[in-house]
């Protein structure tokens, strides 16, 4: 399932993500020499209507027509299949950032199988670091997931943006399966369809590319650090509305505003018929909603002050995926 290439085919600093299907015939992985060793591994196209790590990544190298990169580069181009189609995933298929070694829901899948082998190489190269770069369904600024808390990790993220999210409760993801192995994270680089944000995500790919070492920069105290708490789902059988139309769980159109803002008890955030039509899954694996959320009067509160994140009011991606996360801030040092 997993293509190998030593070369960019022709056209793909050009091409646009639902043509890379056609491109590349499925999940590629691309291994470009450089004046440095080990390389920095570079995932676009987790999801495939995620295309800012795409744009990203040929800014990047239009800039190295006509010389060498400065370190060598592993690029994986994911779901080109869901690129096809504008969707994070296809129907039927699992999503590709959930099938990394530590999966617990996709063992044994053909998906699952083709990351490992992925992993597999980047840590036999002893890879410089891992980006996985995403674009959100929501509005959110732009941030980073990380696993561990070490200064390689935290320089890492630094680099990119003051905001970080340390999380380690869905298994299966990338920057989860490289911890403890590689300086890894997840770069979230907000909405797609924006070139300033592949503007972004360009120069930070670039200046970790041109980097001779992960030393410390500035203290993570330079950073805005949160830990999930946990993953917020709606329950299959909850019906869910985000237009006004009856059903199960009518949320506010507008719930993404909410994203990274601390929000105290009480907040109201729709209206429900269920005494709880949420989970939340917290990192020990545990239902923890009726802790942190409570429905009074038909309406659907907070129980609890959090800071939410990564709330989507696209329906689809609720389903696919998750409604968003609840955080705690961190104090750093």
């Known amino acids: 399932m997993l293509n190998h290439r030593t070369d960019l085919p022709a056209g793909f600093l050009d091409a646009r993500a639902g043509e890379l299907a056609g491109l590349l015939g499925g999940p590629t992985l691309i291994e470009l020499p450089g004046e440095r060793q080990p390389p920095l ?10 295309d800012v790590g795409l744009g990203a990544i040929q800014r990047v190298l239009r800039g190295y027509c006509d010389r060498p990169l400065p370190r060598a580069l592993m690029l994986l181009v994911g779901n080109v299949a869901a690129a096809a189609g504008g969707v994070r995933r296809r129907e039927g298929q699992p999503d590709y950032n959930r099938v990394w070694p530590g999966t617990l829901d996709h063992v044994g899948t053909a998906e699952a199988r083709t990351m490992a ?26 941030y980073s997931v990380i696993c561990e808390r070490t200064p390689e990790v935290i320089a890492l993220a630094t680099r990119f943006a003051r905001r970080a999210v340390l ?86 159109s507008d719930i993404d505003r909410l994203n990274f803002l601390p929000i105290r008890a009480g907040q109201v955030l729709g209206r429900a018929r269920q005494p709880m039509p949420l989970t939340m899954i917290d990192e020990a694996g545990r239902d923890v909603a009726d802790e942190f959320f409570a429905v009074e009067d038909g309406e659907l509160r907070l129980a609890r002050a959090v800071t939410l994140a990564m709330l989507t009011g696209d329906p689809r991606i609720v389903r696919q995926d998750c409604l968003g996360y609840l955080m705690e801030r961190l104090e750093t040092a």
């Not at 591994?41 to 995620?50: A, K, W």
């Not at 082998?117 to 980047?122: G, L, Y």
């Not at 001779?212 to 993953?231: I, Q």
């Open 41 to 50: 591994f570079v995932s676009i196209l987790m999801h495939g209507n995620e």
């Open 117 to 142: 082998e992925v992993h597999e190489r980047v840590i036999a190269r002893g890879a410089f670091a891992a980006i996985d770069l995403h674009n959100n369904s929501g509005r959110n600024p732009f």
């Open 167 to 252: 999380f380690r409760g869905v298994p299966g993801t990338q920057t989860a399966s490289f911890a403890g192995r590689i300086p890894a994270m997840t770069a979230e680089c907000g909405k797609p369809g924006s070139s300033a944000h592949e503007d972004a995500a360009a120069r930070f790919v670039a200046d970790v590319l041109a980097s001779g070492t992960l030393s410390p920069g500035p203290p993570d105290g330079a950073l805005d650090l949160y830990h999930t708490l946990g993953v917020v789902r709606v329950r299959p059988e909850v019906s869910l509305s985000f237009a006004g139309e009856a059903a199960d769980l009518v949320l506010e």
